[in-house]
């Protein structure tokens, strides 16, 4: 039986241009005369690019898509931070937090789709399949939403869609996608009730952007292969984190296109795809009857202007002190002898502001080791009686494996090879049964790691058996055991493995002074440590370990460099759904690893040092500024 017919796009929505990832492009200089010739004076475009003349401001760059009137397209573009904006150093600012029990307001990051399929199944007998594919995004309600739909391809197999994607995005939260690949036989880029479904395949956004180029397999209904079919998915993080530039241009000795007045010239800067193929990135304003004009400062995102390949340096400057370039009308060089240029384009003033985001470190290859600790004391109760924390019912899973499961689902995207160390404490573990406090619970102290977040969920069902729950509630030696492995890590030298520590405790900890102490040694490596409480015990000196309410200090007086700790009672969240605890006790790890990345001034694998500001263009040459490649021409009927 064929799926059900999928809502079509509003017809105004078009595909966009060009791919993302491509180097720096020139800036294309038009000077437009007056009257009945202006129309004859088109600069040389990109297909597909509506380009209009744009206002300053910030970030300005052609939307393809038309958006229907009254929506908002999810994923709309984000502002570029205002001038003079700059990256949070953790060593000199704090975040302002929430009042203690309200959890942050969530910040998403944008995300760019792009799709590719091969070997697509055939469904027409006379041409090839016309694809198209559908994202759907899953709902709370397990309801799958459509989300858009790309254009369609006519006759390919093989088809590269051109159709951009864009997304929220939320690291504490399970996206899940799906995405649906149809032969179209309605018109247009519209799909109808006979579209022929050519396979489907469903994964997570955290996935998608933690592998940052993933292909899978097309399955067609009861999870049949579609052939040799796949699609492929290509993220990139747009949210503007990455920083801008703010460039200042001006002209000089252009020449004059008008019969009767100067010319009114403006200035277009482009990008070169990878095809060649030339993309809008801005347009300045004009400046009326001026030969030497001088255009308003304009800010664009490294990701519009170069896909955030700053490496890149400028052509050679002429000059001692600005970058500038010759305007070459090809047509007078060909024709005249003596032909120089027709003016010179200059490079005014160039400002580069750079701020790594979360997305960039994962982006780049960052993994996110996550461990799990569970309370094994006797105040739990016996495990074999259901008024017990431990008590394992085939019906409904106990709260610590509630936590354990809705932390692990979202930490497991951002894990390659899907295995996780389980530690348990505060029980007398076998053969001689003597109390321990950093004990795997898979009972292997060579290897302490499952395979996946059901491989920690069966050993934790193996252990309860195998342990006499015992105490007392010490925490300091597991969160010390983590730090060694982060302090590893952190010789590196590199931006590769974040460890997060998820503590499972039924009461406050008995340890506190050297809880507090190891905390705030682990708070200057690359760490997080969330702490969840089960059960109804006063929690109220557990909130000293969470720095909402300040800065959490040593018992020799010590502050912790960073704000580490998330404490969450699990019963506050009792009757919300386990994505609710999850959203809870992440929310602040995105900004935790920043913070620590930023203050360690290492950037993301295989990118350059941080650089907030760059200074004037004469300037452009010292260690730390990469401005962009651009260089001009003029073009003439």
């Known amino acids: ?54 206002t300053p401001g910030p970030a300005i760059i052609p939307e393809a898509a038309a958006v229907p009137t009254g929506q908002r397209p999810l994923g709309a573009p984000s502002r570029v931070p205002e001038r003079g904006a700059r990256s949070m150093s953790a060593g000199s600012e704090r975040r302002a937090v929430a009042p203690p ?28 399949s016309d694809p198209s594919v559908v994202l759907l995004l899953l709902q709370s309600q397990s309801q799958w939403v459509q989300v858009d739909r790309t254009e369609v391809v006519r006759s390919s197999l093989h088809p590269v869609f051109s159709k951009v994607f864009t997304l929220d995005y939320y690291f504490e939260e399970v996206q899940k996608l799906r995405f649906e690949v149809y032969d179209t036989h309605g018109p247009g880029n519209l799909g109808c009730q006979d579209d022929d479904f050519l396979g489907g395949m469903e994964c997570t956004l955290g996935q998608i952007v933690a592998q940052k180029k993933m292909t899978r397999p097309l399955l067609l209904k009861f999870g049949r292969n579609a052939g040799k079919s796949t699609i492929t998915v290509i993220a990139e993080d747009i949210s503007g984190n990455n920083g801008y530039v703010e460039l200042s241009f001006r002209a000089r000795k252009l020449d004059d296109k008008d019969l009767f007045s100067k010319s009114d010239p403006f200035l277009e800067l482009y990008r070169v795809n990878d095809d060649q193929s030339e993309q809008l990135v801005y347009r300045t304003e004009v400046v009326k009857n001026n030969l030497s004009p001088v255009w308003e400062p304009f800010k664009v995102t490294l990701s519009n202007l170069c896909s955030c390949e700053e490496t890149r340096p400028l052509k050679k400057a002429f000059g001692e002190d600005q970058a500038q370039w010759e305007c070459v009308n090809a047509k007078y060089k060909q024709k005249k002898r003596h032909y120089k240029n027709s003016g010179v384009v200059i490079l005014a003033d160039l400002k580069f502001y750079r701020v790594h985001s979360f997305l960039d470190y994962i982006m780049g290859g960052c993994q996110i080791h996550f461990t799990v600790a569970i309370d094994f004391t006797a105040s739990n109760g016996d495990p074999r009686n259901s008024c017990s924390l431990h008590y394992i019912n085939p019906f409904q899973p106990n709260e610590y494996l509630q936590a354990l499961v809705a932390v692990g689902e979202i930490c497991q995207d951002y894990d390659s090879d899907k295995r996780f160390s389980a530690l348990g404490f505060g029980a007398r573990i076998p053969p001689k049964y003597e109390v321990s406090h950093d004990f795997a619970i898979n009972f292997n102290p060579e290897d302490d790691e499952c395979e996946g977040i059901q491989g920690v969920v069966e050993a934790y069902r193996n252990c309860l058996p195998r342990v006499q729950l015992y105490g007392p509630t010490n925490v300091a030696p597991i969160i010390s055991k983590v730090a060694r492995m982060a302090a590893a890590e952190e010789h590196t030298g590199e931006a590769s493995q974040y460890y997060i520590l998820l503590v499972l405790t039924d009461g406050v900890v008995t340890d506190m002074a050297d809880t507090r102490e190891a905390i705030v040694r ?87 040092p941080h650089t907030q500001e760059a200074g004037p263009p004469e300037r452009a040459g010292q260690p730390g500024l990469r401005p962009v490649s651009v260089s001009s021409t003029l073009e003439v009927p």
């Open 1 to 54: 039986m064929a799926p059900p017919p999928l809502p079509a796009p509003h017809p105004g929505f078009a595909p966009s241009t060009g791919p993302l990832l491509c180097p720096p492009s020139p800036a294309t200089l038009l000077q437009s005369p007056r009257g009945g010739g202006r129309g004859s004076h088109v600069c040389r475009r990109p297909a597909g690019v509506q380009g209009s003349a744009a």
């Open 522 to 608: 682990a708070s200057h490596l690359p760490m997080s440590i969330i702490i969840v409480g089960v059960g109804n015990a006063d929690f109220t000196d557990m909130q000293t370990l969470d720095g909402d309410d300040g800065v959490l200090r040593s018992l020799r007086g010590e502050p912790a460099l960073r704000d580490i700790v998330q404490f969450v009672p699990f019963r506050e969240l009792k009757s919300a759904s386990p994505a609710a605890l999850a959203k809870c006790v992440l929310a602040e790890v995105p900004r935790q690893l920043v913070e620590y990345y930023s203050y360690k001034e290492l950037p993301p694998r295989g990118v350059g």
């Open 101 to 128: 029990g309200v959890m942050p307001a969530p910040r998403a990051s944008k995300v760019e789709l792009r799709l590719s399929c091969r070997h697509l199944l055939d469904r027409d007998p006379l041409t090839k």
